[in-house]
């Protein structure tokens, strides 16, 4: 499983981030003059916030869009969205039907989101908050995906006694059923895939703990897509346990998981509920730079 597809329609968010960081740059005064071009230069460009707030409308939107449409979604003259549209036409950011007339987004776009793609990734942008989180938690932390319905753990930070569970090291597989990532990643499965899942992987018992019926799976991802986090209370290998959090792109689909894992002697309730309020927060300012908005 690969993230890349999500850039590809959410480079206009990446855009507005980086034309607003640059009305934004920094300037260290050294007379009035200075400080006035810093003021300046601190101020939102609005022509510019109308333009990406075109783009999102129309994006959201997901069909073709009359310009009367467009203009009364944003609240705004029909006039200066034509102005605006006739400028994305002219970059070809933006196609029209001869005949309808309707406007759409062009796949430029994906151009651009490929290429910002091509410079980082998931890992790159989950690396520091899993640093951050084995630091405040003093636990071990990982970063996984789902591949051919098995987890596939593509990031680890020791925790400082380097405990780190056998299944989680980079590279490494492990079942979808009996681990807080794995249940977090089920939340996407129909369920006709559930059953695929059931039929072609099994829901082997990995300990006395593991879910092994279909039933308690589905009672179990109720209880998680309410809580809007996972646990693993020594499912997977017995002596551990794991809090995981969603990472989400901007279709709401989970593309990653976070967690959080530790001996069961450390990881008391205390501690759990210390962990669910950080790793909630580092899985939803993750998803935020993937573009996922919440509702």
Do not use: W
């Amino acid at each position: 499983m690969t993230v890349n597809f999500a850039f590809c329609i959410i480079s206009h968010h990446i855009l507005l981030k980086t034309i607003i960081r640059s009305d934004k740059l920094s300037v260290n005064p050294t007379s009035k003059e200075d400080g006035f071009l810093k003021e300046k230069t601190a101020k939102k460009n609005q022509s510019v916030e109308k333009v990406l707030q075109i783009i999102e409308v129309m994006a959201n939107n997901k069909t073709p869009m009359r310009l009367l449409d467009i203009a009364e979604k944003l609240s705004l003259p029909a006039s200066t969205v034509l102005r605006f549209l006739n400028t994305l036409l002219t970059f070809s950011y933006v196609i029209q039907d001869p005949e309808t007339l309707k406007y759409r987004l062009s796949m430029k776009f994906c151009q651009i989101g490929n290429l910002v793609s091509s410079q980082f990734s998931i890992r790159d942008i989950a690396r520091p908050f899993l640093l951050d989180l084995s630091e405040k938690c003093q636990e071990s932390t990982c970063l996984a995906i789902e591949q051919d319905m098995m987890v596939v753990y593509i990031d680890v930070v020791d925790g400082p006694d380097s405990m780190v569970r056998t299944m989680q090291r980079i590279g490494k597989n492990a079942p979808l059923h009996s681990t807080g990532v794995g249940k977090l990643m089920l939340l996407d499965y129909d369920d006709k895939k559930l059953d695929r899942l059931v039929s072609e992987k099994g829901l082997d018992a990995l300990t006395a703990h593991t879910i092994t019926t279909k039933k308690a799976l589905l009672s179990e991802l109720s209880k998680i897509e309410v809580q809007g986090y996972a646990q693993d209370d020594e499912e997977c290998e017995i002596g551990a346990k794991c809090i995981a959090a969603p990472i989400k792109d901007f279709t709401g689909k989970t593309v990653a998981c976070i967690s959080v894992s530790g001996p069961v002697s450390r990881m008391t309730s205390q501690k759990l509920d210390f962990i669910k309020v950080h790793i909630k927060n580092a899985a939803a300012e993750i998803s935020r730079q993937l573009g996922h908005k919440d509702k």
